[in-house]
């Protein structure tokens, strides 16, 4: 068996995964990336609509501060976050966004004078600042009270990705691409690396590395509908979770995009609707502003979802063959606006789905998006659990998001998080000394193996079944409003799915080379985990915060819920043990009303000295 060695494993190359390998090997570290793909074809590169900083610098951003910025994001986490890891977030956003411009990326640009912007459908005009010309520009996305998310025209995933990406190979940083990570390799208290597959040849490959990052992206693909990748699958985090020692935090936290087209599920950005566009109904009447008269579409994601499935269930959807619907409106914004700001958006309507949306409806429904759910790190990127185990991006639970990630907070999370971890990582390096223990991974190697041999053995379902039918329970059990009843079935028939994955059948056989039949095997397990700690943790969280929306329990407790939920998984179990912690370990902002969304508020009692001034650090 092949083994590599270096200072920092990232497993993971995309943009939170590239940007802590950039902070590392400046620092003079040896890395080696992980990646499924190559790294240029993350799921990142997919992200169209923008990040968010403070910069201040268009009309519609005049005045913005980290502050607002800071106080947004707690309001969009309906107070799930830690207030500490947001303010970190929202100080270090706009440093973050500079030194990507000098690195390359070629942010949108203010151009002074007057323009024509969009607000709820109707046109207004605003002048841009002689002295702000050629500042990073900034658009409006849902949420925010400033304009505030950066953009490269709408394709700054794919801009940011690509510089990154080639600032590694300016780095010497080498990728090691299509290779799985497995298993973690560690003695019960430090990580020191992982077991790959090698997606070419199906050879095991050893990874020793003083520190490891999980970088790997979301775990969308537990559901059927959803926008992500089909590379995300969770499997940094079923890596994590399999240790039995490092819990993920906050699964049951899922979001669902307003904007899912149908029948595709390809997603047309929230940067439409921070343009101008607007929600109609079967009769192509604007809802929105009914039920939520103060932002209308640009409420949260959480929000206008529910207030989407709300009007469908009320009747006002458009039927499909593909299932209900609303419509998205761009149409006003014109044919220049949608071709150059929004290009990928026309692209995607006109390829995919024979619409162009200069002239027609884009069909669209809530969608799968987001996972605010993860490897539970602190504020240093450190993994509960395990020394020498870090993780960035959306496969970690850092936390910022709490039960809402706002649109543009994500992108800028990969790139913020991934400096700030990168810096603390560089620090553990630092003096830094290990032994690694080639009993430890012989130990993961034979693990990977056994599942290979057991599937080799297993005479029952393949696991495209057992996979469509996971799919098909987090869509129909573990959705947009979730009850006690419906849940605690979800749990059951995902418990059952995860006992027949110990017949599974590989129809393929153990084929040399490539075999997706056989990755795909050996995901299944790992990603029913996922699912059930989605599920349990749903379905023993009685409140609604956030995305999370209980019917039975349509209140948000901050008395008893405002803590975040550990899932551990101990070998041979069928469920997550659940431990819980408290969401935040001070307040800056006191637990509110978020200003959109409504519903009622159990009260909590904070004490005096729980609360912090933002610029008291502690
Ligand atoms: C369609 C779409 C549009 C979006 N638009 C926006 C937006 O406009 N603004 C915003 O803020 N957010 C947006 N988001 C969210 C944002 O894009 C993601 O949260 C972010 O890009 C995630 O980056 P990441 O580096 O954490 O993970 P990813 O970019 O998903 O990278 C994960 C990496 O891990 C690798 N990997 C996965 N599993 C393994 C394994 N087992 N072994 C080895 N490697 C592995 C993959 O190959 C990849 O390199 C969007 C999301 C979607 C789905």
Known sequence: MRIFESDVLCIGAGLAGERVAVEAAQAGFRVICLSVVPPKRSHSSAAMGGMQAALGNSIMGDGDCSQIHFADTVKGSDWGCDQEVARLFAETAPIAMREMAWMGVPWSRVVPGEHTYFKGGKPFQATEKKENEGLIHSRAFGGTAKWRTCYTSDGTGHAVLFTLDNRLLQLGVEVHDRMQAEVLVHNGEHCMGCVARDLRTGELTGYFAKATLIATGGYGRIYRATTNAVICDGGGQITALETGLVPLGNMEAVQFHPTGTVPTDILVTEGCRGDGGTLLDVNEYRFMPD?????????????????????????????????????????????????????????????????????????????????????RINKDGHAYGLKGLFSAGEAACWDMHGFNRLGGNSLAETVVSGRIVGKKLVEFLEGYETVFSTAAMKEGTTRVQDRIAALLRGAGDDCYTLRNAMQDVMMEHVGIFRNGKDLQEGVDKLQELLERCKNMRLVSGNIPGPNAELSMALRVPGMLKLALCTAYGALMRTESRGAHAREDYPERNDKDWLVRTLAYWKEGDSLPTLKYEPATPFFIMPPGDRGYGGGKIIPGEIREDQVVPYDQKG
């Open 291 to 375: 039920y939520e008269p103060e932002k209308a579409e640009l409420a949260s994601r959480d929000v206008v979802s529910r207030r989407m499935t709300e009007h469908m269930r009320k009747g006002y959807g458009v039927k499909s063959p593909y299932g209900e619907h609303l419509w998205l409106d761009i149409r006003h914004l014109g044919k220049k606006h949608i071709t150059t700001n929004l290009r990928e958006v026309y692209d995607i309507c006109t390829h995919f789905l024979g619409v162009n949306p200069i002239h027609q409806l884009i069909p669209v429904r809530p969608t799968h998006h987001y996972s605010m759910g993860g490897v």
